[in-house]
C-alpha cells in the first residue's frame, strides 16, 4: 500500500500533505495531554513495533506469506493519537531510508495509513466493545471480535483510501492529448485492483496479526494497553470535538484539492502542440536503444526547443553515456573482485 | 535388552513448510538491521549541512515530479548518474540496486496501461525514469547523511522536539527489538521442527513479548532521562 514517488501528481502530493498537517498536530497535542511524560518514549517503541511488524511474513494458504500493517494494533496498544505519530514515524524512516515509499507521496501514505488506518480502526473496535456490553468490561471474546473487525475495516478502507488516489490522477491530470500523466489507471480499475487482494487476503493478515498479538498482551500484561477511561474520562471524551471538527475540515478541503488541480491543469494548456507532437513520434522508438535513446527523441519533435535543445540533449545525453559507462565498468568490476575474493574460501 | 521401539528404524521425515515463515522473517529482519546498524555511507568531514541537504532533496523530487520536459529529466540523470560514476563501486551498486528495482516494479505496473493503450508509452517512460531517478536521489541523500546529523537536521527545520526523540528513539528500539525478535525466532525454528500449526499463535507471542520488553525499556529510558536532569521538556534536547 506504500505509494512511491512520482505515481501520484505533486498537487495531489501537496493536498494530501497539508491535509496531515492539522492531523499531525492535533495528534502531538493530544499525546502529550494523554500520555504521561514517563511513556512519551513508548512512540518511539510503537514505531519501532509498526515498523518490525511490517517486516513479518505471515504465512498464508498455498505457502506465499504476506506482511500486516499493524496500524490498528499501535492504536489498540498505545491510543490512536500515538499510532498516528508512530506509523507516521515508520513511514518516513521507510521513505528515506529504504526507498519503500515516496518522499513526496509521505502524505499521501499518512493519510491513509496513519490517519485512516487507526482511527477508524479503533473507532470501530470501541463501538464493537461499547455496544456490546454497557458497562465497562466487555468479555475478552467481545473485545478479540472488535480487534479483528476494527483492523479489517481499518486496512482495507487505507486500501479505498489509497486506490481513489491512485484512480483520480487519470481523471485530473491529463497531458494535451488526453493521456495520463502519472498512475494511468482510473477509479473502475484501480479500485477493483487495490480492495479485492486487499478485502480477501491483506484484511485478514492484518485481523490474524492483530488478534493474535493483542490476545498475547491482553493475557500477560492488560495493564499496559491504552484505554481512555483509565488515565482522565473527561479530557478524552471533549476530544471528540476537535476530531469531528478535523473531519469536517478535511471533507471540505476535497474540493479543494479538485480546484488545484484545475488551475495546474489550465497552465499546463499552454503547451498543448508539443504534448500532441509527442505522442506522435513516441511510436516510433526503438526499445532496442538505451535508457536515453527515447529520451533523446523525444525533444527533437517539441519545436520550442528546436536548436538548443537539440545541442544541449546531446550534451546530456553524452554526460549520461559516459557516466553510465563508467558505472557499468565499476560494477563489473566489483562482480569480478568479489569472486576473486570467494574463490580462495571455497 | 533394547525395548522394540528403540531397536528399529526410524522413518521420520519433517513435513515441509514447518517454520519456514520464521526462517523468511529472521532473513528480512537480518538484511534490515545490517543495512541500519552497518551505516555504509561515506560522510565527508566538511560536508553540506544536512538541513541543507533535506531542503535540496525535496526541491530536487519536487522538481523532478513537476517537469514536463524530458530536457529537465536528461538533465536531472546526467547530474546523478555524474555524480554517481565518481563514487566507489560498492557504495554505487547500493545505491542503483533500489533504484533499478523500484523502476522495474514501475514497467510491471505502467505495462497492463501501455499494451491496451500504446499512446500511453512516453508519459508511461517518463514516470518511470522519474521514480528512479527520486530514488536515486533519496538513497544519495541516505548514503551521504549520518542519522543523527538527519535528525539534528530535522531539529533545525523545526520540527516539533516530541516528533524527533520520537525518530532517534525508534531508530534505536528497531535495533534492539529486532535483535530480540531475532532471537525469538530462531528459538522457535530449532524447537519447532516439522511443525506446521500453531504459526500465527507464536507470532503474537513473539510480538507480544517485543511489545512488553519495548515497554520496560522505555521506562527504563525514562528513568535514566530523569536521572540526567530531564524535566519532561521536549523542547530542549
Known amino acids: ?346 | 535388552m533394547l525395548p522394540e521401539w528403540m531397536s528399529g528404524a526410524d522413518d521420520y521425515t519433517p513435513e515441509k513448510g514447518g517454520g519456514t515463515f520464521a526462517v523468511r522473517t529472521i532473513k528480512s529482519l537480518g538484511a534490515v538491521m545490517s543495512s541500519l546498524r552497518v551505516q555504509r555511507g561515506h560522510e565527508k568531514a566538511r560536508a553540506v549541512p544536512a538541513w541543507i541537504k533535506i531542503i535540496l532533496l525535496l526541491a530536487g523530487i519536487t522538481a523532478l515530479s513537476i517537469a514536463r520536459s524530458p530536457l529537465v529529466l536528461m538533465g536531472a540523470a546526467a547530474l546523478l548518474l555524474g555524480y554517481l560514476c565518481l563514487w566507489p563501486a560498492r557504495d554505487i551498486a547500493s545505491v542503483l540496486r533500489p533504484a533499478l528495482a523500484a523502476a522495474a516494479l514501475a514497467a510491471v505496473l505502467f505495462l497492463p496501461a501501455v499494451l491496451v493503450d500504446r499512446a500511453l508509452m512516453p508519459n508511461s517512460l517518463r514516470v518511470i525514469a522519474k521514480v528512479a531517478l527520486s530514488v536515486i536521489m533519496v538513497n544519495i541523500f541516505n548514503h551521504t547523511t549520518q542519522w543523527n546529523h538527519i535528525t539534528a537536521g530535522l531539529r533545525r527545520l523545526h520540527v516539533p522536539g516530541i516528533i524527533v526523540f520520537s525518530i532517534d528513539i525508534t531508530l534505536r528500539y528497531i535495533v534492539m527489538l529486532g535483535r530480540l525478535i531475532c532471537d525469538l525466532l530462531t528459538s522457535y525454528t530449532m524447537r519447532a521442527v516439522g511443525k506446521k500449526r500453531g504459526s500465527y499463535g507464536s507470532v503474537g507471542g513473539v510480538m507480544g513479548v517485543a511489545f512488553l520488553r519495548g515497554s520496560q525499556l522505555s521506562s527504563e529510558t525514562y528513568e535514566a532521562m530523569r536521572c540526567r536532569c530531564f524535566t519532561d521538556d521536549y523542547k530542549g534536547l
Not at chain 1, 494530501?16 to 493530544?30: C, E, I, L, N, S
Not at chain 1, 454497557?134 to 476494527?150: E, F, I, N, T, Y
Not at chain 1, 528546436?306 to 553510465?324: C, D, N, P, Q, R
Request: glycine content about 10%; overall charge negative.
Open chain 1, 1 to 346: 500500500m506504500h505509494i512511491p514517488e512520482n505515481y501520484l501528481s505533486p498537487v495531489t502530493c501537496a493536498v494530501m500533505g497539508a491535509a496531515m498537517v492539522p492531523v499531525w498536530v492535533h495528534a502531538v497535542k493530544k499525546v502529550k495531554e494523554e500520555l504521561p511524560a514517563e511513556k512519551i518514549s513508548m512512540i518511539g517503541v510503537g514505531a519501532a513495533l509498526s515498523f518490525l511488524g511490517m517486516m513479518f511474513n505471515v504465512p498464508l494458504v498455498g505457502g506465499t506469506t504476506g506482511h500486516a500493517v499493524g496500524g490498528t494494533l499501535i492504536a489498540l496498544l498505545f491510543g490512536p493519537n500515538a499510532a498516528c505519530i508512530a506509523v507516521s514515524i515508520a513511514l518516513l524512516l521507510q521513505a528515506v531510508l529504504f526507498g519503500d515509499g515516496g518522499v513526496l507521496a509521505f502524505g499521501a501514505n499518512c493519510f491513509n495509513m496513519a490517519f485512516v488506518l487507526p482511527y477508524l480502526g479503533w473507532a470501530v473496535y470501541r463501538l464493537i466493545v461499547k455496544t456490546a456490553s454497557g458497562d465497562k468490561s466487555a468479555g475478552m471474546g467481545r473485545q478479540l471480535l472488535g480487534a479483528a473487525v476494527g483492523s479489517y475495516i481499518g486496512l482495507n478502507a487505507a486500501a479505498l483510501c489509497a486506490a481513489v488516489e491512485f484512480g483520480l490522477q487519470p481523471l485530473l491530470f491529463k497531458d494535451a492529448a488526453g493521456l495520463a500523466l502519472y498512475c494511468p489507471y482510473d477509479l473502475s480499475i484501480a479500485i477493483p485492483a487495490m480492495m479485492i487482494p486487499h478485502l480477501a487476503v491483506a484484511g485478514l493478515i492484518e485481523a490474524a496479526f492483530t488478534v493474535a498479538v493483542y490476545a498475547f498482551v491482553k493475557k500477560t500484561s492488560p495493564d499496559l494497553i491504552y484505554s481512555p477511561e483509565t488515565p482522565q474520562a473527561a479530557p478524552v471524551r471533549k476530544s471528540r470535538v476537535p476530531l469531528f471538527a478535523l473531519v469536517a475540515v478535511l471533507t471540505a478541503a476535497t474540493p479543494l484539492g479538485l480546484l488545484a488541480a484545475g488551475t495546474a491543469w489550465g497552465e499546463w494548456g499552454t503547451d498543448e502542440i508539443a504534448g500532441v507532437a509527442e505522442g506522435g513520434s513516441a511510436l516510433g522508438y526503438t526499445p532496442a536503444g538505451m535508457e536515453n535513446g527515447w529520451e533523446l527523441s523525444a525533444p527533437m519533435p517539441d519545436y520550442s526547443l528546436e536548436g538548443v535543445g537539440e545541442v544541449l540533449a546531446y550534451i546530456l545525453s553524452a554526460v549520461i553515456g559516459v557516466a553510465l559507462l563508467i558505472i557499468l565498468f565499476k560494477l563489473l568490476s566489483l562482480a569480478l573482485a568479489g569472486r576473486n575474493t570467494k574463490r580462495p574460501e571455497v
